[in-house]
């Protein structure tokens, strides 16, 4: 049960028009949260999915490869000597077994995807196997082993997700040249693995293959690494997580041809020239370039709906459909699939705020409040705006942004523990002390960015802020500096 949520009842019908209130296609965290929260509101839902239940999330993103990163972060802390010393512990040999570590991950997603599956089950939702395709704006056809169902809705969710995006020119051949999907299975320990791409899954695979003892090359075809996180964290991260560890970086560089074998050629050209510069022969090339959505035969087109460019579905902001501009009422779709915010927390949100709507609610996502992570070792978590694009607004919109810095070397609980390295940035504006964006590096950054997500979401500015009492002592003192700073140059009265 819900707190302080008013259920809405859907009108009780005398004999059903429709077999479903609302039938989903794509059973990942996106489909899955927008079940349960569909049943918890009263309508009869089932859930179409081909593969496997959990969807990327579970089987082949965020669950196997945190299983990895566990892995990866012990073995950090053991190897690392100095620290240890430090604590008075030392480590006599350490030995890493690849075959446990990649266990260890498929053990959890078997467990995760049970426990997804029954929590449907449990809760009434009909799970349909098969592959789903809309023929009518209330009805889909499921077509499992040839055999085709005819299932009709009141609505209808598409959450169908995405899956790895490979550029020309690379060959996959899922041993030496994989995407995330086979890297996640850990199957060998490449001796040198060049990464192409360095956003946050290109970070997590390097922070894995080099706890592991793997040396690591990183490709990006933008002019700076990590270019979708704040200068400021990039920066740090580069040298954290990459310089010290001899991560070689190529930047404005693009991997124009990969050919698999032993060993593996890498053709690297300008990423503007197209001229090429370097020949690389690795063991192992990991692609993490981004992700396309899976929205091919769907039926979309013959409902008259254009996808976009990369193959997204257009919506609305309350995720109905587009047809020529105009919302489809009863055709919804979130997650992956529209792109908005590639993120299980952020599809799962989406999902929760479709089904409301199908109730005739009007609800939107606030994305400015949604936090994204990387659990990198340290961590990086951010919301909100970076400092650039809280000065472009700013400018745009005539109001002052200022940014202030708290370091972790000055928080105890981060002296303690041995995890000194990292800091955290508040982007706010000065007139008002409203939070624009919040940037953290350190230890459990992921954890710690919730407060200010919260802080946004509830429009909750730096003076208030500065007031809460936080424990002492532990790492969420880091954004207490951080707010009491920003607090102190408030301009106004
Ligand atoms: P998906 O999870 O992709 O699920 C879609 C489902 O639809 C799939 O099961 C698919 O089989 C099914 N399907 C597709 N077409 C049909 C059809 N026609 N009929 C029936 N079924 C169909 N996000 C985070 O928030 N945190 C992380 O730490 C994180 N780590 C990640 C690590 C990696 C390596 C990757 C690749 C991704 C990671 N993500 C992470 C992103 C996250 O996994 C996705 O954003 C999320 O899974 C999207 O959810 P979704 O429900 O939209 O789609």
């Not at 047809?323 to 799962?348: F, Q, R, S, Y």
Request: proline residues 5%; hydrophobic residues 45%; contains cysteine.
């Amino acid at each position: 049960m819900e707190i302080g949520y008013t259920k809405i009842i859907p009108k009780v019908e005398e004999k059903p028009l429709f077999d479903y209130d609302l039938l989903i296609i794509g059973a990942g965290v996106g489909g899955h949260g927008a079940a349960i929260h569909a049943v918890a509101l009263g309508m009869k839902t089932a859930i179409v999915e081909v593969a496997e239940m959990g969807g990327t999330c579970v089987n082949r993103g965020c669950i196997p490869s945190k299983a990895l990163l566990a892995a990866a972060g012990r073995l950090r802390q053991l190897q690392d000597k100095e620290t240890l010393k430090a604590l008075g512990i030392s480590v006599a040999q350490i030995q890493v077994d690849r075959a446990g570590v990649a266990a260890h991950a498929q053990g959890i997603v078997t467990k995760i995807r049970g426990d997804l599956t029954r929590s449907l089950e449990r809760l009434g939702v009909t799970i349909l196997p098969g592959w789903g395709k809309l023929v009518d704006p209330q009805k889909v056809s499921v077509t499992q082993g040839g055999k085709e169902t005819l299932v009709t809705a009141r609505h209808i969710l598409i959450a169908t997700g995405s899956y790895p995006w490979v550029p020309p020119g690379i060959e996959i051949d899922g041993q030496t040249v994989f995407t995330s999907d086979d890297a996640l299975k850990l199957s060998w320990l490449p001796p040198w693995i060049a990464i192409v791409g360095s956003g946050y899954i290109g970070l997590e695979f390097a922070d894995i293959y080099t706890a592991l003892g793997c040396e690591v090359t990183m490709i990006e075809a933008l002019d700076r690494l990590m270019p979708s996180f704040d200068p400021d964290v990039a920066r740090l991260a580069q040298r954290v997580l990459l310089t010290e560890r001899d991560v070689e970086t190529y930047v404005g560089m693009v991997a124009q041809k990969v050919t698999p074998g032993k060993p593996v050629v890498v053709e690297l050209a300008d990423a503007q020239t197209k001229e090429l510069k370097e020949v690389l022969e690795v063991d192992a090339v990991l692609v993490a370039t981004g992700r396309l959505p899976a929205t091919e035969n769907l039926g979309l087109e013959s409902l008259g709906v254009q996808r976009d460019r990369r193959g997204f579905i257009p919506v609305t902001p309350q995720f109905n459909v587009l047809k020529n501009g105009e919302p489809l009422p009863t055709v919804w779709a979130i997650g992956d699939a529209i792109g908005t915010m590639m993120l299980a927390h952020a599809a799962a949100a989406q999902g929760r705020v479709a089904v409301e709507n199908m109730l005739g609610q009007n609800k939107t996502v606030n994305y400015r409040a949604i936090p994204a992570a990387a659990f990198t070792h340290p961590e990086i978590s951010f919301v909100g705006l970076t400092e650039p694009q809280a000065q472009e607004l700013g400018q745009k919109e005539q109001f002052p942004v200022a940014a202030v810095r708290s370091y972790f070397k000055g928080n105890s609980k981060a002296i303690a523990e041995g995890e000194a390295e990292g800091l955290a940035k508040v982007i706010y504006r000065p007139d008002t002390g409203e939070l624009l964006g919040v940037h953290i590096m350190g230890a459990h950054a992921a954890d710690l960015i919730q407060e200010a997500a919260a802080a946004i979401a509830t429009q909750t500015p730096v003076q208030t802020l500065a007031e809460i009492v936080h424990t002492h002592p532990t790492l969420t003192e880091v954004l207490d500096e951080a707010f009491k700073r920003a607090s102190l140059t408030l301009t106004r009265s």
